[in-house]
């Protein structure tokens, strides 16, 4: 039986991350499968640690209380590999030392045969209209292509629910824009729920989702 | 398994030179069952004490230390505050970087080659400018004073102080000697003045370390140093080699004043550090200027260079001298080559060269994986080396190796270990391990962890994201430090010596032990040869990731995103 309409999604349920006795931020929210919730603030109110604490990746320092569940799974606990939950980083993060391509199968699930994987590989490529780009060396595409690369790399783990970390924010004016749409068509094109962290009302605009400022 | 990786990491670091200090205290104080003598005196110390000349060597093991070190660091120093920042500089790097990964002993023999009365540099002024048609009587090398063994210290400790030097260099803000210039202090001035003290604080144990190895060093004592009567630990070497087994206690109770005369040098240079920061700060605050530096510029220039030169020169020589036929005093270059020596030693070479080799792989290996389980350990649990944690990297570098290894020696006697390829490989890997650590850690610590939480986000293991994705990246970095290690491997002449038992020669055993023949061509063909053992493997690990990350450009040197 599928989890009922009302646990889909991801749930931050009274989540508290402190760091020793002072507490940074405290967030209870549901995003719904689609729906895209953007956390705006300052540098160092917390954002980025939250992102952290949801992906798995809260470094000791801090502490967290409260449950996250994502798709009625209690992922607070489990390590980071075991969540389904894809981040797209300030940076693209390609893996330098991989091609296009193989960035691209790294994040594939296992199982399927090589051709099908490749197959999918380039099925995904295609989609954002880098085919052609697949044997060429991350470090030398554009800016704005490593971009498109990131986010399909991030689609292609299959993830439930996607975190973005300023994303556009080391994007020029231009590219910007285009690439917020092209991740915001890609989202709902998959029913994900979005956390979208920023400090740029345009982005938030953008997202078209509910708003908390820290 | 990770967890262990830190605790087996301290054993290798400490237990060797906490055993081996132990085992030969017994011994010191006439109580060594395995020599046949039992019960408590202080007679090996007297004996010890009694033997000619001993004072003398003493005070030359003492003071060599702190005068070496405080020759090279001044020397790198001024030279980075002149010229940092210049295409000299980064020109003098290049220079300096086939210099450190030369041994010790194929250094101090390309330099006895220049300087002696015999050598080249007295051949290229003779007989026009010096009257000499045959070599003149003058002690230069194996000098009395020691003067010979304090510049081939000074010369190889130069570009080993340069490189920690640069490495510590980002760490401070170079910006502050502009803010000094600005406020009237000279160049020099300026940045010793506001950079340099930062930097020092970083440098430190390795300096400690430049101390401690030059009070205590073996190799280049015997190549270089006074014969009669020598350095202390060459003294302590010739006991523990003597037949007359009884000898072996004063050799322990000399190794412990030996453990003495380094505590007592890096003492002195513990309170030199002081007066000179007080001094220092005395003149900075006073307003002194210090304006007119530039002899002191082209000074630092012209003796840090010539130092990288020098070293050089001298392996050039070496080459020349293991092909040469006839080459008489005074003439420049040999009258015909041959090969002859090479022919004749060709069997040996590849037998000794080869065990170098294998013992270095072996121990630098072990070392390099130990050393990455050790910062993967640390990334893992999110842990900062303390400063306790750095003093035990260096401890096997301060503490002075005669001292410890002829006890390490006498207990894995006991447990019928010694002399086997195992035991060298063991102790060389106490001495390679420091090096690995020190340089992997920073490429290890800059290393954006990003990519290692956006594989992890696409579903992979912490093992599959470290082998799959940090390891790769960081290749080049591996892989130079395995080089390191290995080239830290072949200079070991003591540890191979000792813990083989004799059984073990390697290249730096047998190119040594020719030291007092004064064979040139036969000199020349081994210390060639271990001269060029880490060259050629620091080019063929070069080689591998420019050819695997031939088409990744992020993965070049000197990328900048």
């Given amino acids: ?214 | 398994m990770l967890r262990l990786a830190p605790f087996l990491a301290i054993g290798i670091l400490i237990g060797p030179v906490l055993a081996g200090l132990m085992f030969i205290i017994g011994p010191a104080f006439g109580h060594a069952p395995l020599f046949g003598a039992t019960g408590f005196s202080v007679a090996p110390f007297a004996h010890a004490w009694h033997s000619p000349g001993f004072l003398t060597s003493v005070w030359l093991s003492f003071w060599i230390g702190p005068v070496t070190a405080l020759i090279s660091l001044a020397l790198v120093a001024l030279f980075t505050a002149a010229f940092s920042g210049t295409r000299l500089f980064n020109g003098a790097l290049t220079l300096m970087k086939p210099v450190i990964a030369m041994p010790h002993a194929a250094a101090a023999f390309g330099l006895a080659f220049l300087i002696a009365p015999s050598g080249f540099m007295l051949r290229l002024l003779s007989p026009e400018l010096t009257g000499f048609s045959r070599p003149p009587d003058w002690l230069v090398v194996n000098d009395p004073a020691g003067i010979a063994l304090l510049f081939g210290l000074v010369v190889k400790e130069i570009p080993f102080l340069f490189l920690v030097l640069i490495a510590a260099l980002p760490q401070t803000d170079e910006r502050y000697a502009r803010v000094a210039r600005v406020l009237g202090r000279g160049q020099v001035w300026a940045w010793l003045t506001s950079v340099f003290p930062g930097v020092y604080a970083q440098i430190r144990l390795p300096v400690y370390a430049v101390v401690a190895f030059a009070t205590s060093v073996v190799d280049v004592a015997m190549i270089l140093g006074p014969g009669t009567p020598p350095t202390l630990s060459v003294r302590i070497l010739r006991w523990m080699s003597d037949p007359d087994l009884t000898m072996r206690m004063t050799a322990a109770a000399a190794a412990l004043i030996q453990l003495g005369v380094t505590l007592s040098a890096l003492g002195l240079w513990w309170l030199g550090e002081h007066a000179v920061a007080r001094l220092g700060k005395m003149l900075a605050l006073r307003g002194y200027r210090f304006c007119h530096d530039l002899p002191l510029r082209l000074l630092a220039g012209a003796s840090t260079l010539g130092a990288a030169f020098l070293v050089l020169a001298g392996l050039a020589l070496i080459a020349l001298w293991s092909i040469s036929g006839l080459w008489r005093f005074p003439d420049a270059l040999p009258q015909n080559l041959d090969f002859g020596t090479w022919m004749r030693e060709a069997n040996q070479i590849v037998n000794v060269a080869g065990r170098a080799m294998l013992i270095g792989i072996l121990a630098s290996l072990i070392a390099v994986a130990l050393v990455l389980a050790c910062l993967e350990n640390e990334y893992r649990n999110q842990i900062q080396l303390s400063r306790w944690a750095r003093l035990t990297l260096y401890l096997p570098l301060l503490v002075p190796q005669i001292a410890f290894l002829f006890g390490l020696s006498i207990w894995w006697l006991l447990w019928g270990w010694d002399g086997t390829i195992w035991a060298v490989t063991a102790a060389h890997l106490v001495f390679v391990m420091p090096y690995v650590y020190l340089l992997l850690a920073d490429p290890w610590n800059a290393f954006d962890t990003r990519y290692l939480a956006a594989a992890r986000l696409l579903g992979k293991s912490e093992n599959r994201v470290l082998l799959t994705i940090r390891l790769p990246i960081l290749l080049r970095p591996i892989l130079t430090a395995f080089a390191l290690g290995f080239a830290i491997s072949i200079a070991q002449y003591l540890p191979t010596l000792l813990i083989g038992a004799g059984r073990q020669p390697t290249i730096t055993t047998e190119a040594v032990a020719l030291a007092s023949g004064g064979n040139r061509r036969l000199i020349g063909v081994y210390a060639l040869v271990q001269a060029l053992l880490p060259f050629v493997i620091f080019a063929l690990t070069a080689l591998i990731p420019t050819i695997l990350w031939r088409n990744r450009r992020a993965l070049q040197p000197g990328f900048v995103r």
């Fill in chain 1, 1 to 214: 039986m599928n989890p009922s309409a009302n646990d889909r999604g991801l749930k931050l349920d009274h989540v508290k991350i402190s760091k020793g006795e002072t507490a940074l931020m405290a967030i209870n929210a549901h995003i719904r499968p689609g729906e895209v919730l953007t956390l705006m603030g300052p540098s160092g109110s917390g954002k980025s640690t939250l992102i952290n604490a949801i992906s798995g990746f809260l470094p000791k320092v801090f502490a967290c209380t409260g449950t996250i569940t994502l798709d009625a799974v209690n992922i607070t606990r489990l390590p980071p590999e075991r969540r389904r939950v894809g981040v797209l980083f300030q940076d693209p993060l390609l893996f330098p030392h991989l091609s296009v391509l193989e960035n691209i199968l790294y994040a594939l699930p296992p199982g399927d045969t090589g051709a099908a994987r490749l197959m999918r590989a380039n099925e995904l490529l295609a989609a954002v209209n880098l085919e052609e780009c697949g044997k060429r060396d991350p470090a030398t595409l554009s800016g704005g292509q490593q971009a498109r690369v990131a986010l399909i790399r991030v689609i292609a783990a299959e993830p439930h629910a996607l975190l973005l970390d300023e994303p556009f924010s080391k994007l020029d004016a231009q590219l910007r824009g285009s690439v917020r749409e092209l991740v915001f068509a890609e989202v709902r094109r998959r029913d994900l729920p979005v956390l979208l962290v920023t400090h740029d009302e345009e982005d938030a605009k953008a997202a078209g989702g509910s708003i908390i400022a820290l």
